[in-house]
């Protein structure tokens, strides 16, 4: 190598050097958790689930208990794992939701032992009532895809309601699924 393409390589190393230190230096900031964010971090903790499955119309629940462990990764992202006991199976679920600036929405994702694929969701945060309400949409233990309402109401900053409601066998709307957590001291 002849000393003029030696100096070209090494200007041309210093300029990308100093390129990429300006392009860094310029780069927005990462996202930091905002008050959207306290929502999410109100989940924080472990619960203890009461579970009331309806199989159907007119025929009573089917009652489990449950544990949810929540924890809150980068203080935007609420990690979710429940275990519990349906119907004499175990049965195992993750979920993780965030605030989605882009949309201005809370979102999530749900899977589990009992479907086949992941659900994803969206709601709204409604502070004079004190619940994120929306839907979700994912396949059910059949493989079908449905869309259901859910609503999480808060009753006190220890006790919350999450119900999933959709239409049922006979065109009206029911509730399939009802969990009352408890948090645990």
């Given at each position: 190598m002849n000393g003029g393409s030696m100096k070209l390589k090494s200007l041309l190393v210093v300029l990308l050097f100093f390129g990429a230190t300006l392009a860094f230096a310029q780069a927005p900031a990462p996202p930091h958790p905002g008050p959207e964010h306290e929502i999410l971090k109100k989940e924080v903790g472990t619960w203890d689930a009461t579970v009331e499955m309806s199989p159907g119309p007119g025929a009573p629940p089917l009652v489990s208990q449950g544990i949810e462990t929540n924890s809150l990764l980068g203080g935007m992202?609420?990690?979710?794992?429940?275990?519990?006991?349906?119907?004499?199976?175990?049965?195992?679920?993750?979920?993780?939701?965030?605030?989605?600036?882009?949309?201005?929405?809370?979102?999530?994702?749900?899977?589990?032992?009992?479907?086949?694929?992941?659900?994803?969701?969206?709601?709204?945060?409604?502070?004079?009532?004190?619940?994120?309400?929306?839907?979700?949409?994912?396949p059910d233990m059949t493989g079908k895809v449905m869309r259901s309402k859910s609503v999480t109401q808060w009753k006190d900053a220890d006790t919350r309601l999450f119900t999933i409601s959709g239409t049922g066998p006979d065109g009206k709307e029911m509730s399939f699924l009802e969990i009352t957590y408890k948090r645990r001291k």
């Open positions: 992202w609420l990690v979710t794992q429940f275990k519990s006991d349906m119907g004499g199976m175990p049965f195992e679920g993750h979920g993780i939701s965030g605030w989605d600036a882009g949309k201005k929405k809370y979102s999530w994702t749900w899977v589990d032992s009992m479907s086949t694929g992941i659900s994803l969701g969206e709601g709204t945060w409604d502070a004079a009532a004190q619940a994120m309400t929306g839907w979700m949409e994912g």
